[in-house]
């Protein structure tokens, strides 16, 4: 699958989302909307404001993540937004088809590009 200019702009684009976040509206509100909201109850959600909250493996050490994609019931794409905070990783992932499994996807490639030891946000 190749993908137009067009194409790759807007999964630019995307990407640059996550990171122009804090920026636009503030570390806390960035924050706020990345922490994992709680139950009555105390259990934890796993969702914070409208970001899907987990822990991945990324060159081997647990990593948190925040994400957000299109449900496969959409007609005609799917799209991932997955950004990785303490290691300044966004990874942006569209697809022109109902069915793809864009957070798996998403999830390969920012394997790709974590590197063992290495924090790309702050070197």
Do not use: C
């Amino acid at each position: 699958m190749s993908m137009n200019r067009r194409e790759i702009w807007l999964a630019l684009i995307a990407g640059a989302i996550g990171l122009l976040l804090a920026a636009i509206l503030g570390l806390w509100a960035y924050t706020l909307l990345q922490t994992p909201h709680r139950l009555a109850s105390g259990e934890e959600t796993g969702y914070g404001l409208g970001w899907e909250l987990e822990t991945h493996p990324l060159a081997g050490q647990p990593t948190r993540m925040a994400g957000h994609g299109s449900k496969e019931a959409f007609i005609g794409g799917t799209t991932y937004l997955m950004t990785f905070p303490e290691r300044g990783l966004v990874v942006a992932v569209m697809a022109n088809m109902s069915f793809a499994d864009t957070k798996s996807i998403a999830l390969n490639v920012a394997q790709a590009f974590a590197e063992p030891g290495r924090s790309p946000a702050r070197q």
